[in-house]
C-alpha cells in the first residue's frame, strides 16, 4: 500500500490541476477534448487533483496518468517537456528515447530509471505537441514490473485522439 501512494504521488506530481469530464475514454475540459484507448478492468480511475486522468493497479504499484496543457506552455521542444516530467526525480538514467508518431504528429516516448523520495521508480513517458497543446502520458511502475502492463499503456496511447474544442 505504502508504494502505491508513493506512485500515485510521483503521478500528481508529475501533472497540473484541471477541471474535467471523462465519458467513453473521451476527456473533456475547456481548452481541449481528446480520446484514449481503453484500460483493462485491472486498471481503476483515481483522482488527483493534478491530473487529467490517473488510473492505478490495485496492488502492483503501476499506475499511469494523462494530462493536457494548453496555456502557458511556451512552444519548448519534446526534449525540454521531457525533462519538466522528471523534476523532482533524483538518479535519473535514461534507459531508451525516440520518435513516435502519435495521432499523426512526432511525438517523444522516454524510458528512465528514477529514484522519488528515495525509492525506485521505472518511468515511460511520452510528450506531444498538438493544436497548441502540450500532452504528456505517464506510466510509472516498480523497476522490473512495467513490462508486463505496457501492453496497456501502448493501447492507450493508440487510441490517443486530440480535437479542437468548442
Excluded at 24 to 47: F, H, I, M, N
Excluded at 102 to 125: C, H, Q, T
Amino acid at each position: 500500500m505504502q508504494r502505491m501512494t508513493l506512485l500515485l504521488g510521483v503521478l500528481a506530481f508529475l501533472g497540473g490541476c484541471h477541471r474535467v469530464t471523462f465519458e467513453d475514454s473521451v476527456l473533456s475540459k475547456p481548452e481541449v477534448r481528446y480520446r484514449v484507448g481503453p484500460l483493462p478492468k485491472a486498471w481503476s480511475r483515481v483522482w488527483l487533483e493534478d491530473n487529467d486522468l490517473a488510473f492505478a493497479e490495485a496492488g502492483t504499484g503501476r499506475a499511469l496518468s494523462v494530462n493536457a496543457t494548453c496555456k502557458g506552455h511556451d512552444d519548448p521542444p519534446l526534449q525540454v517537456l521531457t525533462r519538466h516530467l522528471l523534476m523532482g526525480f533524483t538518479e535519473r538514467r535514461e534507459v531508451s528515447q525516440g520518435l513516435i508518431t502519435l495521432d499523426g504528429r512526432e511525438a517523444l516516448r522516454s524510458r528512465f530509471l528514477a529514484k522519488m523520495d528515495g525509492v525506485p521508480v521505472e518511468l515511460e513517458l511520452v510528450v506531444l505537441k498538438k493544436d497548441n497543446c502540450v500532452f504528456d502520458f505517464t506510466y510509472v511502475a516498480p523497476p522490473g514490473l512495467a513490462e508486463e502492463r505496457m501492453p496497456d499503456f501502448d493501447a492507450l496511447l493508440a487510441g490517443f485522439k486530440a480535437e479542437r474544442s468548442g
